[in-house]
C-alpha cells in the first residue's frame, strides 16, 4: 500500500470517529513505575523457553511464529 494512500485512508478513518462524537485518547502506558512491583511477584525467566545462536535465528523465528514445542519466548545469543 502506498504511503499516501494510506495516509488518507487514516485520515479518513479518524474523521468518521470525530463526527460520531467519540473520543479518543492516548498516551504511554506507564510501565516503568510498575517494573519493581511485577518483578517481586514473578520471575522473568520463567517465559523464556528456547534460546538458541544468533546462526539458528530463522529457526528460532519459525519456532515462535508456529508456537512449535510449547514456545513463548526465545533468547537468542550471540
Known sequence: MNFYFF???ILS????????NVTVKAGQAPV????????RII?????ITHR???QNVAH???IFNARADNCIKV???P
Open 13 to 20: 478513518k479518524m474523521i468518521s470517529i470525530f463526527t460520531r
Open 43 to 47: 520471575n522473568p525467566t520463567d517465559i
Open 7 to 9: 495516509g488518507v485512508w
Open 75 to 77: 533468547v537468542l545469543k
Open 52 to 54: 538458541e545462536s544468533l
Open 32 to 39: 516503568i513505575r510498575y517494573m519493581p512491583e511485577l518483578y
Open 60 to 62: 528460532a523465528y519459525e
